[in-house]
């Protein structure tokens, strides 16, 4: 199992910038593609983006351009980089981490709120 925690939630207003990172502990030798999601109030949970172990990345549209994934295997870390932030990002951010072996692991959330 991989345990992840996230950081680096927030408020922060329109226009303004925040980093989430995403801490994995446990197997992390099994760790293949890692992600984040994001929950809106009302809303499914949403794919934002995700990298995978050899750095190819994949991001959804309303992000591309504004967001950049990133991950340091050294540390164990993941990274999502916000720029350009708008008020429909609001959202709880989630971080997964696919394993070789075994189910997704997520992590607990955080807060991302942007005021207009």
């Known amino acids: 199992q991989v345990l992840l925690a996230e950081s680096g939630g927030g408020l922060v207003q329109s226009g303004g910038s925040l980093r989430l990172s995403c801490a994995a502990s446990g197997r992390t030798d099994r760790i293949d593609t890692m992600g984040w999601f994001r929950q809106a109030p009302g809303e499914q949970r949403a794919l934002v983006a995700f990298i995978t172990s050899a750095g190819w990345t994949q991001y959804t549209d309303s992000v591309k351009g504004r967001f950049t994934i990133s991950r340091d295997n050294a540390k164990n870390t993941m990274y999502l980089q916000m720029t350009s932030l708008k008020p429909e990002d609001t959202a709880v951010y989630y971080c997964?981490?696919?394993?070789?072996?075994?189910?997704?692991?997520w992590g607990q959330g955080t807060q991302v709120t942007v005021s207009s």
């Open positions: 997964y981490a696919d394993p070789t072996i075994g189910g997704r692991d």
